[in-house]
Every structure is written in C-alpha cells, then in structure tokens.
Antibody, heavy 119, light 110 residues
Framework: QITLKESGPTLVKPTQTLTLTCTFSGFSLSSRGVGVAWIRQPPGKALEWLALVYWSDDKRFSPSLKSRLTITRDTSKDQVVLTMTNMDPVDTATYYC???????????WGQGTLVTVSS | QSVLTQPPSTSGTPGQRVTISCSGSSSNIGSNAVNWYQQLPGTAPKLLIYTNNQRASGVPDRFSGSKSGTSASLAISGLQSDDEGDYHCATWDDSLNGLVFGGGTKLTVL
C-alpha cells in the first residue's frame, strides 16, 4: 500500500532555510503520471498547496511562494525534498507530502510534520 | 483567501443529512475532477471522494459527491457523532497550473 512520511526540523529560526524530506513507499516516482506534492496547513487554517514534482521531473510551484521554494526527487531513495528559504513566523504550519497523479488532486497523504518558526 | 469557496461551518443532528458546497471557476472545477477530504481533529486529511463522485476505499455509502458546472458538493447522510471534523475540497487549476484547495468546512454534530 502507498505510504508517505515527512521528516525535518520541528523548529527553525526566522530567515533560516527549511528542508523537509518526504520518504514514500508503495509506488515509484519513475512511473508515468505519478507525482508527489507538498501542502501546508497553518494552525486552524486552510490547506495550501506549495509545490509538486512529477515522474518526468517536471516541477510546479505555488505562484505566491515560487521564489522561495525548491523541490527535488531522488528515485533511488524514494524521497522528495522540499526547501523553503527565508522562513518567517507566518510559515508556522503542519507540512504534508502527498501522492498525486497528473492533473489530479492528491489521494494518499503523509501524517504531516509541524514546523514552528520562532527565534 | 482560498481559490475554492466553501462555507466555514455547518451543523446537523444525528441521523440528519448535510451538504457542503465547493464553488470554483471554469479553470478549476469546471474542467477538472474534484476530491473531498475528511480531517478529524489532530489528524491528516483522508481521501473521501475522488473524481467528483467515487468513494475511496472503505468509505461508507453515507458519503456521496457530485459536480455540476463550476461547483461541487459533498453530502453526508445518517450523520454520526464521529463525522465531526473538517472537510476540504481540492482540484487542479489549469490557469494556475497547480493544485487548489477550499478553505475547509467545519462540521459539528449537535
């Protein structure tokens, strides 16, 4: 079955760069049509899509955050890494990675990881 | 401000039927499939409905989805206390070239 799990720091300081890793199993990011998305949810607020990478290494980013985001895939390790630069307290949120298919919303989600931005 | 519009909250009594709406535009709901998620307190979103009206594995038939034009709806019949939580809609947006979500609807079972 498909599973995903996020890992990374729980606390980052303002202006630092956040690096999160999504480790998945049950599917291959080399299979046509498959993608992995990153989504976040500030406490008590809505879900917000951040970025995604497809099997072809095609990458898409939220227009409002594009300048701060990088997404890479490592098919040999079954991992996707998201980096977000210049972190701010408003970036405090639970960050999720999720499996999706081309032009579709996600189906399987990771458990999420809470990242707090504070000095 | 979310791209897709959902009511912030709704409520119902046990056994009742409730519906949650999700409104978008021609570039998202109007041309792509909608998914619905249930998010119970302190947990990750869980897929309920995919491709507008298909129930995910293990989801009881009390949950149903529909889509018409640029709007979609989730209906929950035979409301139960453990249905309390947040419900989110999502789809692909051709103009943004990315995923879009609704603001989420908090369901309270009275």
């Amino acid at each position: 079955q498909i599973t995903l799990k996020e890992s990374g720091p729980t606390l980052v300081k303002p202006t630092q760069t956040l690096t999160l890793t999504c480790t998945f199993s049950g599917f291959s990011l080399s299979s046509r049509g498959v993608g992995v998305a990153w989504i976040r949810q500030p406490p008590g607020k809505a879900l917000e899509w951040l970025a995604l990478v497809y099997w072809s290494d095609d990458k898409r980013f939220s227009p409002s955050l594009k300048s701060r985001l990088t997404i890479t895939r490592d098919t040999s390790k079954d991992q996707v890494v998201l980096t977000m630069t210049n972190m701010d307290p408003v970036d405090t949120a639970t960050y999720y990675c999720a499996h999706n298919r081309l032009w579709e919303a996600p189906d399987f989600w990771g458990q999420g990881t809470l990242v707090t931005v504070s000095s | 401000q979310s791209v897709l519009t959902q009511p912030p909250s709704t409520s119902g009594t046990p056994g009742q039927r409730v519906t949650i709406s999700c409104s978008g535009s021609s570039s998202n709901i109007g041309s792509n499939a909608v998914n619905w998620y249930q998010q119970l307190p302190g947990t990750a979103p869980k897929l309920l409905i995919y491709t507008n009206n298909q129930r995910a594995s293990g989801v009881p038939d009390r949950f149903s989805g529909s889509k018409s034009g640029t709007s979609a709806s989730l209906a929950i019949s035979g409301l139960q206390s453990d249905d309390e939580g947040d419900y989110h809609c999502a789809t692909w947006d051709d103009s943004l070239n990315g995923l879009v979500f609704g603001g989420g609807t908090k369901l309270t079972v009275l």
